[in-house]
């Protein structure tokens, strides 16, 4: 009779650790949250946040049930994949048309503890810069006058980058000081698995960096990419001694300029190399410069030269080195060989969503972002320069405003789960 009992595979058992983790059991009752958005539709970064937090996630094996409730809903525009109205009735929650409305749940004053705002996707015009322009500041703006109007203040999560024009960030970042409000903002690639794991310790002596994603094809291609290469960049080159001092210029450079600033020293296709070999779909490794010339002629590459002297670029591919996948390098002073790391995003269950959504948990249940704002300010002013670089012809600009804009990053430690 035994003979027929057999031993079937064993369930791997990692131990996921979340950021939520250090926080200990839920106390009091779940925190009520406004959400808005401009579009809902599958796999739009509204179902990969929202949605979290409605129906908790998973990931490798574990179950995670945020301690927060959508308790009101504002989508923008109702696009032909919509979801949203599907989502706001089958869980009961009120539609409402306005972000002032989703806030005092068509009330008078402030009636939630949190706010995710998530001025992503849509039709939207691109002006002439090629940035798409999303009205996160018109959003933000309704949110701000709730909070004044009714003498308090909730958490907000902003997605993604504060604005395409640096005027309106400015607005909102001191909004958020003014006022008072804890603010978070940025996008789950700094916290998708790293394989190989990479981070640094603070005060790391870096020789220069390099980051790589590649360029869609869209009208506001090179704005959306880049901003994402930039944020998966800074997120590693923070950790500098003394932590970020801030960007005294910004150069954005394609095709053979872009090569040429390669020659001149200006960035490294030794990184390049270094950060392709990472990645799995990505079939050669070199450094051999001809060779990824040759393979991508039409390059995309953002100079950013720091106020300590530092300097990073992000690489933006055009096929076929690399296609919608980040990776990163960097050469450590004193150390020949490159480290590497490429972010794994994780489809279709998006691990890095749901680490950032946890991240976003963790300010509404203590009130602390899980990272500075700092970062995710800077990195619009950079990409914001870069625009305007190359809408000069690729011109050099330099950017007074960015170039005392420092800050201290926060301990890996407690930046939480972000490596495989």
């Known amino acids: 009779m035994h003979d027929f009992i057999l031993q079937s595979q064993p369930l791997p058992e990692p131990k996921i650790v979340l950021p939520t983790d250090a926080l200990g059991p839920p106390q009091g009752p779940k925190k009520r949250l406004a959400a808005i958005t401009t579009a809902y539709y599958k796999y739009s970064h509204a179902d990969d946040l929202i949605t979290k937090f409605i129906e908790g996630f998973g990931m490798v094996g574990r179950i995670h049930e945020p301690h927060c409730e959508v308790v009101s809903l504002h989508v923008e525009q109702f696009v032909d994949r919509d979801i949203g109205r599907g989502m706001a009735a089958r869980y009961d929650i009120p539609l409402v048309d306005s972000a002032t409305a989703a806030l005092t749940l068509g009330g008078q004053e402030l009636a939630v503890d949190g ?19 999303y009205p996160r500041r018109r959003l933000f703006e309704e949110i701000v006058n709730v909070f004044k109007s009714s003498g308090r203040t909730v958490p907000v999560f902003n997605d993604k ?6 005027s309106d960030a400015e607005w909102m970042y001191t909004q958020s000081k003014e ?5 978070m903002a940025g996008s789950s690639v700094p916290v998708a698995w790293r394989v190989p794991p990479l981070a640094f310790g603070e005060g790391v002596q870096l020789a220069d960096a390099l980051s790589v994603y590649y360029v869609p094809d869209t009208e506001d291609a090179v704005d959306y990419a880049s901003y ?11 950790r500098r001694p003394g932590g970020e001092t801030g960007v005294a210029a910004v150069h954005l450079l394609e095709g053979e300029a872009a090569w040429r600033a390669a020659g001149e020293g200006h960035w490294s296709p030794q990184l390049l190399g270094a950060a392709l070999a990472t990645v799995p779909a990505v079939d050669f490794e ?3 410069v001809d060779f990824l010339r040759r393979a991508d002629p039409n390059p995309v590459v953002v100079l950013v030269e720091y106020s300590d002297g530092f300097r990073a670029a992000a690489y933006l591919s055009r096929k076929p080195l690399v ?21 794994r995003m994780v489809k279709p269950a998006r691990d890095h969503f749901s ?7 963790v300010m509404f249940r203590t009130g602390k ?48 789960a972000y490596s495989g």
């Open 355 to 361: 680490f950032l959504c946890n991240h976003i948990e």
């Open 115 to 133: 706010v995710v705002l998530i001025g992503e996707h849509g039709e939207f015009p691109i002006n002439e810069k090629g940035q798409k322009l």
């Open 369 to 416: 972002p899980s990272y500075p704002v700092e970062r995710t300010y800077l990195v619009t002013g950079i990409l914001a320069a870069a625009a305007d670089s190359r809408f000069a012809g690729q011109q050099r600009v330099e950017t007074p405003h960015l170039q005392k804009l420092g800050y201290q990053p926060v301990p890996e430690t407690s930046y939480g």
């Open 323 to 343: 296609e919608d996948e980040f990776c990163f390098a960097a050469r450590l002073r004193g150390v020949d060989q490159p480290v590497a790391t490429w972010f």
């Open 161 to 166: 980058h504060l604005s395409y024009d640096w």
């Open 286 to 288: 070199t450094a051999d």
């Open 179 to 183: 006022l008072g409000f804890p603010l």
């Open 228 to 238: 994402h290469t930039l944020e998966a960049m800074q997120a590693l080159v923070e």
